[in-house]
């Protein structure tokens, strides 16, 4: 543990560079034209993927935005419609497109893909194979040795501490999924800990290195 609060735990890029990875025209070389799915899982933290989704939209990326039952209870799907500019999925049994199945089209055209927040939940469904809310639904059928998944895990520092979530930590970095994060400082909660969500910049560069763009 450090009381660095900008420390993480994970592979998170060093975000202390010249380049401004929140700047659209600078992430236009890294997104123009990539498909980039976002997955986000409920936790607290949600409201800071708008930031994500707005800049990647901006850079020329086409996203793609799939959000658990839980995550809509922190921001309204129509806030990351009107970002992304395209429909918001929520539910695996809604078919907003024609062609089926939805899951499988959508794991076929994305070039990255992020889980960010990862809940506690949604790591521990993700490495275990539960595919229980269209988030991990879409994510069962990447084919990861081609498509990059990141997953940004934000928690509680005592959520994140728990032997269940470490040992999900490890089958999650065994299985080829990148962590980004946890970064350690101020929570939500009140806590100073390890568990903040990366800041939106850092999980941005960390999609753009998984491209290798
Ligand atoms: C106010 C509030 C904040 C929460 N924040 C988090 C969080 O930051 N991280 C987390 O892992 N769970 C958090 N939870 C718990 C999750 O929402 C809960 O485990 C949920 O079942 C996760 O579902 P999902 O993984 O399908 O999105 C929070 C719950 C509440 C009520």
């Not at 070039?111 to 991990?136: R, S």
């Not at 997953?151 to 962590?179: C, H, I, Y």
Request: proline share 6%; glycine share 6%; hydrophobic share 40%.
């Amino acid at each position: 543990m450090t009381n660095n609060p900008t420390k993480d735990h994970g592979n998170t890029p060093d975000c202390t560079s010249d380049q401004d990875w929140l700047d659209p025209v600078f992430l236009r070389t890294h997104f123009e034209n990539k498909s980039i799915l976002i997955g986000i899982s409920g936790g607290i933290a949600v409201y800071k993927v708008c930031t994500i989704v707005s800049r990647l939209a901006q850079a020329g990326a086409q996203v793609t935005v799939a959000m658990t039952p839980a995550a809509t209870k922190f921001v309204n799907p129509i806030t990351f419609q009107a970002l992304s500019g395209k429909p918001v999925y929520t539910s695996s049994w809604e078919h907003v497109e024609s062609k089926d199945p939805q899951h499988i089209s959508l794991a076929d055209r994305c070039d990255a893909a992020m889980v960010v927040p990862c809940t506690m939940n949604t790591l521990a469904n993700l490495v275990n194979g539960q595919t229980n809310d269209v988030v991990t639904l879409i994510l069962s059928a990447v084919v990861r040795e081609k498509v990059p998944v990141l997953l940004a895990p934000a928690m509680n520092d005592a959520m994140w501490n728990q032997p269940s979530t470490q040992r999900n930590v490890k089958l999650a970095e065994e299985d080829g999924f990148t962590l980004v994060g946890p970064g350690h400082g101020w929570q939500a909660c009140r806590h100073t800990g390890t568990g903040r969500m990366s800041e939106p910049e850092s999980c941005i560069q960390a999609i753009a290195q998984a491209l290798g763009s």
